[in-house]
């Protein structure tokens, strides 16, 4: 079902996974960056992004520390692994905890994905979100749970689910869908976010 391979694995300081599958990206990432206080959980991390304010003294010579506000630690995280030239970046514990955090997370892998041009895909204890655009094909299982919400497409369509998409103008509209088979495709002219669940 995830068959990607990741340039590193960006960890951020919201609910550490537990599930064998967001691990199993962990285990296999060639590089790991925290952001800031997410180093207490991989002290083997090899650099630390943030303003520092929750950054354990013992890590400081690892710390690459930004202070300007406008961009959260997730962003400065990502912008480090783009100057390293990772583009293929698995998101860990960018949810939970903090609602608002959660929220405003899920929203900027969008941004990286149409900004930045970061190819990524965020990994929670639960299932996994993934940005795309146009017209794409999913690797799904039958009766995998499924929803797509819409980031300004006039044209959304679908196959291989079992209810069809529109072009929803309201992100709960694309929620609690189910694939139909091993993969499922949506037909699109702009942008949409993917959930999908282990």
Same mark, same amino acid.
């Given at each position: 079902?995830?068959?990607?391979?990741?340039?590193?694995?960006?960890?951020?300081?919201?609910? &550490?996974?537990?599930?064998?599958?967001?691990?199993?990206?962990?285990?296999?990432?060639?590089?790991?960056? @925290?952001?800031?206080?997410?180093?207490?959980? /991989?002290?083997?991390?090899?650099?630390?992004?943030?303003?520092?304010?929750?950054?354990?003294?013992? =890590?400081?010579?690892?710390?690459?520390?930004?202070?300007?506000?406008?961009?959260?630690?997730?962003?400065? +995280?990502?912008?480090?692994?783009?100057?390293?030239?990772?583009?293929?970046?698995? =998101?860990?514990?960018?949810?939970?905890?903090?609602?608002?955090?959660? /929220?405003?997370?899920?929203?900027?892998?969008?941004? =990286?994905?149409?900004?930045?041009?970061?190819?990524?895909?965020? &990994?929670?204890?639960?299932?996994?979100?993934?940005? +795309?655009?146009?017209?794409?094909? &999913?690797?799904?299982?039958?009766?995998?749970?499924?929803?797509?919400?819409?980031?300004?497409?006039?044209?959304?369509?679908?196959?291989?689910?079992?209810?069809? @998409?529109?072009?929803?103008?309201?992100?709960?509209?694309?929620?609690?869908?189910?694939?139909?088979?091993?993969?499922?495709?949506?037909?699109?002219?702009?942008?949409?976010?993917? =959930?999908?669940?282990?």
């Amino acid at each position: 079902m995830i068959e990607k391979a990741f340039d590193v694995v960006v960890v951020a300081n919201g609910e &550490f996974p537990s599930h064998h599958v967001p691990l199993a990206v962990l285990r296999q990432a060639p590089h790991v960056v @925290c952001c800031d206080g997410a180093i207490r959980r /991989l002290p083997n991390a090899e650099v630390v992004i943030g303003d520092g304010d929750s950054v354990p003294s013992e =890590y400081r010579s690892r710390l690459i520390q930004i202070s300007e506000q406008d961009d959260n630690d997730l962003t400065k +995280a990502t912008r480090y692994c783009m100057s390293q030239g990772w583009h293929r970046i698995a =998101y860990l514990g960018a949810t939970g905890m903090r609602e608002d955090h959660t /929220l405003g997370n899920i929203s900027l892998l969008m941004r =990286y994905f149409r900004e930045l041009q970061v190819d990524g895909i965020m &990994f929670t204890d639960y299932g996994f979100f993934t940005p +795309a655009y146009g017209d794409q094909t &999913f690797s799904s299982l039958q009766g995998q749970q499924v929803s797509i919400f819409n980031f300004g497409s006039t044209r959304l369509a679908s196959s291989n689910l079992k209810w069809p @998409c529109s072009p929803f103008n309201q992100w709960w509209q694309g929620t609690l869908n189910e694939a139909l088979s091993d993969s499922f495709s949506i037909q699109s002219d702009g942008y949409y976010l993917v =959930y999908q669940t282990y």
